[in-house]
């Protein structure tokens, strides 16, 4: 079964600082990887994504992901994090075609931000 | 383009009664699947459906159903409620089954007292 784990529960950054969140997968083979954003009472925005070819990829609002397979990892990065960045994060996998899990996604527990000016 | 529509936003509703929730997804959308956020669980699936049948189903009791119509706008409903299905459903919805893509709704909060 495919599994997600942020290890940050709670992370806590300056405004201007660089920012890196942790996310772990667990999956028999590579999935579909996703990050997405979500504010209090609000749904999920989809920050970037990860389906094949260059293991960097890039989102919105200056996000970045690496993958890594030897690590089944897949880090959110920031250069410079913005007091409007302080929200919940949340990793995803999702199954290829094929797998038993296909139209599912599967969510880590999420890492809260804070931003202090 | 109109994101995903979730309705309604709130609703509380007392504990043994049913409640249907609804969500439109993107015009030209086939794909919605449902997804319960709650403080102790996180977000969990519940099901997606793509045209009209549903493709793959969470590890959720059989109170739990969806439908989803010919236009795409799809309904969940929980018969029997019980106060831990207080949580925030969430729709999603995508282009084709599997997840390309998937655009969220603001949710709804139910709240069973």
């Known amino acids: 079964a495919q599994s997600v784990t942020q290890p940050d529960i709670h992370i806590t950054v300056s405004e201007g600082a660089s920012l890196e969140l942790r996310c772990n997968y667990s999956?028999?083979?590579?999935?579909?990887l996703f990050w997405y954003v979500q504010s209090p009472g609000q749904g999920l925005q989809l920050l970037l994504k990860?389906?094949?070819?260059?293991?960097l990829v890039q989102g919105i609002k200056g996000f970045e992901a690496e993958f890594k397979r030897s690590q089944s990892s897949f880090n959110l990065r920031k250069p410079s994090v913005h007091w409007s960045d302080a929200a919940e994060y949340f990793c995803a996998v999702g199954a290829r075609p094929g797998g038993t899990s296909y139209g599912k996604l599967t969510f880590g527990q999420g890492t809260i931000l804070t931003v202090h000016p | 383009k109109a994101g995903v529509t979730q309705t309604p936003r709130y609703l509380i509703k007392t504990r043994g009664q049913q409640v249907t929730l609804s969500c439109s997804p993107i015009?030209?959308?086939?794909?919605v699947s449902w997804y319960q956020q709650t403080p102790g669980q996180g977000l969990q699936f519940l099901f997606e459906?793509?045209?009209?049948?549903?493709?793959n189903k969470g590890n959720f009791p059989g109170r739990f159903s969806g439908r989803q119509f010919s236009n795409s706008r799809s309904e969940m409903n929980v018969s029997t409620l019980e106060l831990g299905d207080s949580a925030l459903y969430l729709c999603a919805s995508s282009f084709n089954s599997g997840n390309t893509e998937a655009f969220f709704g603001q949710g709804t909060r139910l709240t069973v007292v």
């Open positions: 459906y793509f045209s009209e049948t549903q493709r």
């Open positions: 990860y389906f094949s070819g260059d293991t």
């Open positions: 999956y028999g083979a590579t999935p579909y």
């Open positions: 015009s030209g959308h086939r794909s």
